[in-house]
């Protein structure tokens, strides 16, 4: 196999994720920006720094890699997120409890796909002197904190969405 052969998959693979990091960055900040409780919201603020730092980790690897940033896909990352604002959601004007609870199922599945990522990377560092393995092991443990803090928050929002009490204070967020 050439040396084109094999780098056009890990080519692929990093631009993927870094086309859903920039959509998932963007939501993030919408999402904190949105949040009407101040301890979610300082919650949502510190995820969303993070996503981005998580972005800009994946851009300093893919240069250590040799990987050309395809940037119109960043571009169609934040496209996509702003399309997704258009999703039918039960209301015309204003912003629907459901929107909050499809934002976070979006945001799980990313979170879920960047822990992915990170392990797959960690799985080829003991062979490829260009990664870093404790750092890829610390970037999967915050995927990690990441999604269990997104888990808890979906949780209490399908019950205050689902249940039919919009808007009901739900239990304060679990701290991280």
């Known amino acids: 196999m050439s040396r084109q052969q094999i780098a056009e998959p890990l080519n692929i693979y990093l631009n993927d994720h870094l086309t859903g990091a920039f959509g998932g960055a963007a939501l993030a900040r919408r999402m904190a920006g949105s949040q009407a409780d101040p301890w979610r919201a300082a919650d949502m603020g510190r995820l969303a720094r993070e996503i981005a730092e998580d972005r800009d980790e994946l851009v300093r690897i893919m240069g250590r890699l040799g990987v050309p940033v395809r940037h119109y896909r960043t571009w169609l990352g934040v496209a996509g997120e702003r399309i997704g604002r258009l999703k ?86 679990v701290r991280r």
């Open 88 to 173: 039918p959601n039960g209301t015309l004007i204003r912003r629907s409890p459901l929107s909050d609870l499809v934002e976070l199922e979006a945001m799980r599945t990313g979170v879920e796909g960047k822990a992915a990522l990170w392990r797959a990377l960690r799985s080829v560092a003991e062979d490829d002197p260009r990664l870093d393995a404790a750092a890829l092991d610390r970037l999967a443990d915050r995927a990690r904190a990441q999604a269990d803090l997104l888990n808890g928050w979906h949780r209490e929002t399908s019950a205050e969405v689902l249940a039919g009490h919009p808007g009901r204070p739900a239990a304060r967020s």
